[in-house]
Every structure is written in C-alpha cells, then in structure tokens.
C-alpha cells in the first residue's frame, strides 16, 4: 500500500464550495477506481484555501497509470481543478507506522 497526498491550494472564499465538490467526486469518482483503499480530506485552519487530500492505494500504479491514465481522472479534474490556484503538489508516501 501506499499513500498519496496531495497539497491543494484554492481561493479562501472557495472554500466551502470546493469542500462539497472534493468530497462528492471523491465518493463518486475517484473511491471507484481500480486499487482504491480509502481517503481523507483536511482542510487547513491556518492558512485558509489550503486542503490536503490523502489517498491510500494498493500500489503506486493503481494511481500514476490506472487512475491518472483513466477517463476517471478527466472527470476527478474537470470537477475540482477550475477550483485550483496552482497544480497541486503531489507525492506518494510508504507507510512506515500506524496506529
């Protein structure tokens, strides 16, 4: 397994908007592809607009080849990307602990 996360920025009056956006497409489109696990979305209480979005995966190719190569990732972006002020920053994480 690994962890996905992503550091998103928006404007802060899009904040609520983008919350009810990112939380509908990921329950609609990205929790139905192929290596999924689960996600949470953090929303950032000292800088407004910021939001981290973590995805676990089975692997890293379940997300770099089967989701980011899918029809399902247009639509994950056509939804939640007119919302972004820069390409959000992306990297993907081993679990080294849990509890």
Do not use: N
């Not at 899009?14 to 689960?38: E, M, N, P, Q, W």
């Amino acid at each position: 397994m690994i962890v996905e996360i992503a550091d998103i920025k928006v404007r802060p009056e899009d904040c609520a908007a983008f919350s009810d956006v990112i939380a509908r497409a990921a329950s609609t489109v990205l929790a139905k592809a192929a290596g999924y696990r689960s996600h949470r979305i953090l929303a950032c209480q000292e800088t407004p607009g910021r939001f981290i979005l973590t995805v676990e995966w089975d692997t890293l190719e379940a997300h770099t080849v089967g989701f980011r190569q899918s029809p399902a990732f247009t639509e994950w972006r056509a939804l939640i990307g007119p919302f972004f002020l820069e390409p959000p920053h992306v990297e993907h994480f081993d679990v080294v602990a849990a509890s």
